[in-house]
């Protein structure tokens, strides 16, 4: 059964330092989405593609988080410089025909 | 975005039947979803219904939908210890695909 794949699964950071995560979505799906979930909250948008365009990045922090997906498949997410508040669940989701499957996330830490 | 609201906790014991509810606001969603979330992993998409649907049954899985009152359940027949974990409604606006979120109900089956 296809997945959506992510790495690293965990990582922990020392604040001030850079931080890349990666998104490998279904084969075929052009949506892909990148949530934020902290502690106890339900994931939020940080930023949707369709293909290699962004369609909606009115929540991604810009001042320190950047997104591309270049090739309108694989993805990455960075966050440079790295705040304490930054610490939470990152989840990366693609869909096709509006129903979104999510991968396995990436738990970050920031210390 | 629009507000999705759920009750956060909800017990019930082995066996039993188990209904989360949400309540949404935005009155153009055209699709809603329950997901189900364990401890630190992704979210695993349950179901979805259209909003021209009133009710889905999916095995253990009833959905159902009033659209007069904005109001989704989800009801898990037989519920079992491995259903513990967090469960999120979501609903999809027309004015774009990406995903609205609730907090999250966390279900503890009991023995």
């Known amino acids: 059964e296809a997945e959506v794949a992510q790495s690293p699964r965990y990582k922990i950071t020392e604040k001030s330092q850079a931080v890349a995560f990666w998104c490998d979505p279904i084969?075929?799906?052009?949506?892909l989405y990148w949530y934020r979930q902290i502690l106890g909250q339900g994931p939020e948008l940080l930023v949707q593609?369709?293909?290699?365009?962004?369609?909606?990045d009115s929540q991604l922090p810009k001042d320190r988080f950047s997104a591309e997906r270049l090739k309108g498949v694989d993805s990455t997410l960075k966050i440079q410089p790295a705040e304490l508040g930054d610490s939470a669940m990152y989840l990366c989701a693609s869909s096709r025909d509006r129903v979104a499957f999510f991968g396995q996330g990436t738990r970050l830490t920031v210390v | 975005g629009e507000d999705v609201e759920q009750s956060l906790f909800l017990s019930v014991r082995e066996g039993d039947s188990s209904v989360i509810n949400c309540t949404y606001t935005d009155s153009s969603s055209t699709y809603l979803y329950w997901y189900k979330q364990e401890p630190g992993a992704g979210l695993q998409l349950l179901t979805y219904i259209f909003s021209n649907m009133d009710m889905k049954q999916d095995q253990r899985l009833t959905v159902l939908l009033n659209k007069k009152d904005k109001h989704l359940s989800l009801r898990i027949a037989d519920t079992q210890t491995g259903d513990s974990a967090i469960y999120f409604c979501a609903e999809t606006p027309n004015s774009g695909y990406a995903l609205n979120f609730g907090k999250g109900t966390s279900l503890l089956v009991t023995p």
């Open positions: 084969s075929g799906h052009a949506t």
């Open positions: 593609f369709q293909d290699e365009s962004v369609v909606d």
